[in-house]
């Protein structure tokens, strides 16, 4: 129920529709790379924005001041929450398969090089599944390009955060996947 | 001695590329510390670790199908995951976004002491400090019941969040929607306000009244009725256990009624761009941006300035004092104890209006500004503030990226 929402009622205000177009084409692809950054699926990640963006539109404004901030934490949130769930159904699905890891190869290109890339996105994002969501979050923020203001904006800090948090961030990821690969 | 802090170092790692510079002390410091060059190398050494291991090229998508296909699913009204099952997108965890300057009244309401939004007021204590992304002080939400004074509580984000929301606690209905309208005139303004609108005797440079923006915000009604069986419903669905609501408090009806306020605008706010950052003027000898994503440093010398006054907006309740109403949700479970002290503090909820500063990016304190007590509202890096204050039934507030002594006197000389 919505109540006393503000409404921007001048004259020449240009259509709704049209402004959300036009904040699905400058922040669509930033969206995706978020979620890429830990999926490594590019399906996957388009299927996170989707649902993203859905939500977006649903509830808020498109012209709405916070929109940027509000889909880049969204992408992270959801695109980590995701990698938690499919992190799950591979653990239960290996104990089917004899241990083996099935990855799914959808690249052109030289198939060995690629299962090999496959592989190691989907380590590496497992590795981030297993921090801690703010650390994840962080990382993925960083990570798929965004400057340390618009990480700023997405986390709700201030700017003179971002730093400590990345560091920490970075440190815990390290320590992850060297751990992952002395086994 | 204190070493340089990593998250300093960090970021000096990123953006010293891009014009962010250590202080002259911290410079010294860093040239003669080996243990500081040492964090340096080590923060540097992981950072090209985890970047190497982050690298991944996102493939090539085609944005256009995209939209299509969002627009697609709206169309058909369903919500999908890839796997089937109908999915209820979560929003984030962070509820900073639902406390943005555009925010509806009903977001804000939910907060249960903060029953009001004060859009106008709201606006111009916003935009006073915003040239930092606006998510870092949506923290600064006014809300007022009828102030009389100012109270700052010093929050952090987290305990920000453990704040209940109101709509576990009751049903909300909107009477009468707030609207945010620009007209042309100062007059028009004032006409549609009713008020007498207060202008700056004195600008500064580069602003001038002739270009000033005015926009009429608020003019909206609501209403929250306590339930107790909705708390207790609340209460069940969440695995808690919560003190039942007092008799006097079910079925209590809060009325919260948010007059039309005047919000001027001096300097173009277009320039605000997308990262909420006023563009420098230009011809001003000041240092230029470092490109489209400058540091907040790059504003020295733009020049915005927020003027918003608005009538008090008015809570009324139908049963319980407002009193008996701030002690049942401060015993709610969950709230950060110091929270709960500081609030529980404020001996007059009906005429104490406490204003939650962000510990580590504002600091604030207590003003004379126009023959009353106000508050002043810094940001940590001295680059922007805003001042706050009640006289007469009106509440007004000045800000913009000015130093404290400069927003004063500009608040000081409204007349």
Redesign the interface.
Known sequence: ??????????ADTADPERIF?QL??AQ??QV??IA??IL?D??????V???????Y?R?H?PD???A???LH??AA??AYNAAISRARRERRDQADLDGRRWTQVT?AGDPQAAVE?AE??RA?GEALSRLP?QHATV?LLR?SGL????V?????????????????A??A??KE?TRDSSR | MTHLDDGLLRRWLDEASRGFSLSQADQAHLAQCAHCQGRLADLQATAAFVGAALTAPVPPIDTTLALARLRQREADGRRKTEDGRSSVLRPPSSVVFERMLTVTQQSLMRRWWKPASVVAVLAALMLAVMYTPLGSYAQGILNLFTPKQFVAIPVTPQQMRTIPDLDGYGEMRNIQESTTRQVASAAEAAQAAGLTLLQPASLPSGLTANQAVYTLMGGGQAEFTFSAARAAQTAAQRGQTVPPMPATVDHSTLKVTIPTGVMTIYGDPSLLNQSGKAAPRQAEGARQPQGPRGPAASLVGSSFLAVAQMKAPTVTSSGATLEEIKTYLLSQPGIDPQLVASLGAITDPTSMLPIPIPVNEYNSHPVQVQGVQGLFVGDSSGLGSGVIWQKNGIVYAVGGAFREDEVLRIANSLQ
């Open positions: 129920m919505a109540v006393g929402v503000n409404k921007l009622s001048r177009a699905f084409a669509y692809s995706v790379a890429y950054r490594g590019i399906q996957a990640a388009e299927d924005a989707q649902d993203v963006f859905y939500a539109h509830q404004a709405a001041p916070y940027a901030a509000w934490k969204a949130h959801t690249e890339a190691q996105r590496v969501e990382l990570y400057s340390y203001a618009e700023a904006a997405a986390l709700g800090v201030g700017i003179n955060q971002v730093g400590a948090r990345l560091s920490r970075e440190a990821l390290r996947l």
